[in-house]
């Protein structure tokens, strides 16, 4: 009788675990990539599954989602090193090969890693730096560079390097706030700047911004009539969110991730 019970007791916890687990889990499978620039065949991983409550964890308070934030992300190759988001991996223009292989002349990362995903974020995201720098990216890209390199310098403890990062992608979303308006609705950059503001720890600063996102509309040309009011409503929630957390004992910024 007992036994049964304790077999029962088991058998459900496996099977909380297992919803949690399938509710909750981001999966990756692996697959064979051929190096755009030296032609080596590397194994990377691609999403296989996720949900939408990866727009809920706490990476949001930076402004940035998984698989931004997932170890995965950054491809990189085991002979040249070519460093990229998986997303631009099978896309590099043709043209630019010979000024990529030039900024990676030199380049080595040193250690027996088994996996690209065992090799430091921080490493891949430093040579991807160097590889994007031959793209002709806008200040929306590297803004959302930097909150990357920002997020992961900090998982790894650096936090020289995180602030360094931030204050880049911070003077990004500033440019971008002072200049003409842009591809990035103005509601969100104002998010982005408080984001960064309280990051970097200037919470007074952080929070005139986020009162700014509050007050803005948000207004996306490239989104019809609904999808802009979602917007509206989902950014302005996060930042009536991020003000009550900021004011709280939960700061963001003392999430590790
Ligand atoms: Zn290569």
Known sequence: MRRTRVVKCVALFFSVVLFFSTVWATTWADREFVCPVCKTKNTFGV??????????????????????????????????YLSLLMWDYDKLPPEKIPAIKDALNGTRIEGDYKRYTAIPMSVRLDIAEKVYAQLDKDDEFWCEFYRVKGYHYSVENNQPKADEARKKALELATRQLSGKPGTVPVKELWLISGAMKHFLGDDKGAVGDLNTALKTKYENKKLDKEQNRNGENNLSALAKEYIGKIQGPQKPRLMKE
């Open 47 to 80: 999403v296989a599954s996720y949900g939408s409550y990866i727009y809920q964890w706490p990476s949001k308070y930076q402004f940035i989602y998984w698989p931004l934030t997932d170890e995965h992300v950054v491809y990189s190759c085991k002979n040249c």
